[in-house]
């Protein structure tokens, strides 16, 4: 199974993701979560990236593709994959598609969390993110242990307000497009309504999926 997640920033794509992942026995695959690990290792890709993520801005699409096509042929994706924030512009869409058709691999689904923007600065403005393993936490203060890995929580360079708020005019302009290309290319969208506690949200993205 094939899944494409779509929402702005902080509808709670990467905790629902990995929900999805865990019960489709397939894994998470999200582009921010393999950027900020070369940012952190300083790797060339991680360098020439961090500038753009800091301020909230989308890195090149080349360089998204590319973190695709490798990811989707590690042995684990071989039975599917849930792609967490990955398809982020309309050129992104045309690649991922190219990139599936080569590999004669359909994508079975996308998921679109909807959740209003009011929403978003307020849950990314509380959020802690664990500096090694990504896990988002809410109300849980920068310098805590995570509980999966025991890693420490950090604030997000780009959880500030100013970079929230230019996430969310970079996923208006450029990302919103996407929903309207997937309705008119395929394959089904399903609506998921964000907001509401997690596990409401995970059983309303788990009847879209029929799982
Ligand atoms: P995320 O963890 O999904 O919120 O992504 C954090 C940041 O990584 C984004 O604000 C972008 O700067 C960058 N990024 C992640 N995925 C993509 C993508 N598919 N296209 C472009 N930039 C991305």
């Not at 090149?60 to 982020?88: F, K, M, W």
């Not at 689904?109 to 849950?123: G, T």
């Not at 509980?147 to 307000?161: E, I, Q, Y």
């Not at 230019?166 to 395929?186: D, H, K």
């Amino acid at each position: 199974m094939l899944v494409v997640l779509l929402g702005p920033p902080g509808a709670g794509k990467g905790t629902q993701g990995e929900l999805l992942a865990r019960a489709l026995g397939v894994p998470r695959i999200a582009t921010g979560d393999v950027l900020r690990t070369a940012v952190k290792a300083g790797t060339p890709m991680g360098l020439a990236a961090k500038a753009a993520m800091d301020r909230g801005d989308l890195v090149p699409d080349d360089v998204i593709l590319e973190i695709l096509r490798e990811s989707l042929a590690t042995p684990e994706a071989a039975n599917g994959a849930v792609l967490d924030g990955v398809v982020r512009t309309v050129p992104q869409a045309e690649g991922l598609a190219r990139t599936l058709a080569s590999l004669g691999r359909p994508l079975d689904l996308v998921l679109f969390f909807d959740a209003p923007a009011e929403a978003l600065v307020e849950r990314l403005s509380g959020r802690t993110t664990c500096d090694t393993c990504q896990t988002p936490y809410t109300g849980r203060a920068p310098g805590t242990r995570c509980d999966k890995c025991g890693g420490t929580l950090v604030r997000r360079a780009d959880d500030d307000p100013e970079s929230v708020r230019r996430r969310i005019v970079v996923y208006e302009e450029q990302t919103a497009p996407v929903l309207a290309w997937y309705r008119a290319n395929g394959p089904r969208v399903a609506m998921v309504d964000a907001i509401g506690a997690l596990d409401e949200v995970a059983a309303r993205a788990h009847r879209a999926l029929n799982v």
